[in-house]
């Protein structure tokens, strides 16, 4: 006769609109701040000036560039880290018999 170890917990699952928010919800934050730092010291228009000489780019456009530049990067680096801290319980199923 087998007996069966308890299952360990195992976290609810969480709807789409909580993973989309814990992602992207701090990522703006850290765009704004990364947006402000960086423009605290670089102008929009010389830095339109020395990559792209030729196009038309108002201030505001480069600074609405920039912070979507930024909020995809971090994005990226908040999708990472959720991936990385989803329980293993979800993945490391025992084999059934």
């Known amino acids: 006769m087998k007996v069966r170890a ?3 917990f195992d976290h609810p699952p969480r709807p789409l609109a909580q993973k989309v928010g ?4 701090p990522s703006f934050f850290a765009a704004c701040v990364a947006t402000m730092v960086f423009f605290a010291f ?3 228009l010389q830095l339109r000036d ?5 196009v038309e780019i ?3 456009a480069g600074y609405s560039i920039a ?5 995809l990067a971090t994005a ?4 990472f880290t959720w991936i990385l801290l989803r329980p293993s319980s979800r993945f490391n199923k025992p084999p059934t018999d």
């Open 6 to 8: 308890e299952t360990p």
């Open 22 to 25: 814990a992602v992207l919800w």
């Open 42 to 44: 670089v102008d929009p």
């Open 50 to 54: 020395i990559t792209f000489p030729g």
């Open 58 to 60: 108002s201030r505001e």
């Open 67 to 71: 912070f979507f530049m930024f909020w």
């Open 76 to 79: 990226g680096s908040s999708l």
